[in-house]
C-alpha cells in the first residue's frame, strides 16, 4: 500500500508562486510515474503534469507550459510542483498519483495511488 500526502498549497495572489510537495510512504516509488492533477469545484480532476520514474520525462497541459514544473527526489521519496505566474484559473485542489506502471499519462484512470489533495487559491 502507498500513501501519497501532498501540501505547500496556500492562498496567492495572481502571479505569485507556490511549491507543492508530494511525500509518498509505505513503498519506495523511484520506479514509478507520478502525476499532478487539479479539480476546481464543478469540474472534473484534469492532467497537469506527469514524470517519468528517473525524472528525465515530464508532461504538461498546455494550460500550465512554461509556467509549472515538475521534478522529483527519489531519495526523499518525494514530487515536487513548481507553480509560477499564478492565475486565478489555477485555482483547485491538487493531487499527487503514483502510476505504478511509470506511464505519467495524462489519463485519471491510468494511476493506481492518490493523496488526499491540497487547495490552491489565486486572488486576482
Known amino acids: 500500500q502507498v500513501q501519497l500526502v501532498e501540501s505547500g498549497g496556500g492562498l496567492v495572489q495572481a502571479g505569485g508562486s507556490l511549491r507543492l510537495s508530494c511525500v509518498a510512504s509505505?513503498?519506495?516509488?523511484?520506479?514509478?510515474?507520478m502525476g499532478w492533477f487539479r479539480q476546481a469545484p464543478g469540474k472534473e480532476r484534469e492532467f497537469v503534469g506527469g514524470?517519468?520514474?528517473?525524472?528525465?520525462?515530464?508532461y504538461y497541459a498546455d494550460s500550465v507550459k512554461g509556467r509549472f514544473s515538475i521534478s522529483r527526489d527519489n531519495a526523499k521519496n518525494t514530487v515536487y510542483l513548481q507553480m509560477n505566474s499564478l492565475k486565478p484559473e489555477d485555482t483547485a485542489v491538487y493531487y499527487c498519483?503514483?502510476?505504478?506502471?511509470?506511464?505519467?499519462?495524462?489519463?485519471?484512470?491510468?494511476?493506481?495511488?492518490w493523496g488526499q489533495g491540497t487547495q490552491v487559491t489565486v486572488s486576482s
Open positions: 509505505g513503498r519506495t516509488v523511484n520506479m514509478y510515474g
Open positions: 498519483a503514483l502510476d505504478l506502471f511509470n506511464r505519467a499519462t495524462p489519463v485519471v484512470h491510468e494511476y493506481d495511488y
Open positions: 514524470i517519468n520514474w528517473s525524472g528525465r520525462t515530464t
